[in-house]
């Protein structure tokens, strides 16, 4: 008898077809960037490819969607700003939870950039391989195989992020929950993970990033961030 046994891999929260998931990732990509004049003159495509997607998924979808076409440029522009820029709890930078500006965030940037560069994806200087909408966009796009793989390890952080947008009342956080939906359920370690993760906050030690976010390399698939 083998002593190796195949090991499934968990199904995801929502149970929906491949496609259905690639393409939930690709939405949230987008509707997770800055919304600018192009995101904002495709709000009803989004609402288009929306209705492909399994009924918990474009629940959770809607709110942001509405809010985006009911908002004047300028306020969404604010919010975004406030949401994701000015509170340190609602990073969409995966890394900046467990390390902050720290030398051994270095470290845990180099994952995104190796596992992009296996798949033949190159990054421009203009991000940070972890932020969050590069990596769906990779997952959806390019890997799903590989992207799927760091989506998963920082499952903790993309709940603790939910979690942090819920509380303050964003309707971002939809966007948050969709994307956990389509990974394994939460586990106990990861409820372990995020307690952690939430009661000591990142590190403030800085750091000059440099080195990693200014990678002379281009990803075509991206959206170009703010």
């Known amino acids: 008898m083998s002593l190796l046994k195949l090991r499934r891999r968990p199904e995801p929260t929502v149970a929906m077809p491949e496609a259905a998931r690639l393409l ?13 004049p192009e995101l904002l003159a ?4 989004f609402d288009s490819a929306a209705t492909q997607l399994p009924d918990p998924i474009r629940t959770e979808l809607a709110p942001l969607l509405t809010h985006l076409r009911a908002t004047d440029p300028i306020t969404l522009a604010q ?9 340190r709890r609602a990073s ?14 270095g470290m845990a940037l180099l994952r995104f950039k190796h596992a992009y560069r296996h798949a033949g994806v190159e ?10 909408c590069v990596l769906l966009e990779f997952a959806a796009t390019v890997d799903p195989v590989g992207g799927e793989r760091l989506l998963g ?36 370690a990861d409820r372990r993970r995020i307690a ?3 009661a000591e906050g990142p590190p403030e030690e800085e750091v000059g990033l440099d080195p990693f976010a200014t990678d002379p390399l281009a990803f075509t698939g991206s959206e170009a961030r703010r």
Do not use: N
Request: hydrophobic share 40%.
């Open 196 to 198: 952690e993760l939430a």
């Open 123 to 132: 990054l421009g200087d203009e991000e940070l391989p972890d932020h969050l």
């Open 79 to 87: 919010q975004y700003v406030e949401t994701f820029d000015m509170r």
């Open 24 to 36: 939930t990732w690709r939405l949230c990509a987008l509707l997770l960037d800055y919304p600018g």
């Open 92 to 105: 969409l930078h995966l890394t900046f939870y467990a390390y902050g500006d720290t030398r051994k965030r």
């Open 153 to 188: 390890e920082h499952v903790p952080v993309l709940e603790l992020l939910r979690l942090s947008l819920s509380d303050s009342g964003s309707p971002y956080a939809g966007v948050l929950a969709s994307v956990v939906a389509t990974l394994p359920p939460v586990t106990t």
């Open 42 to 45: 495709i709000i009803d495509e």
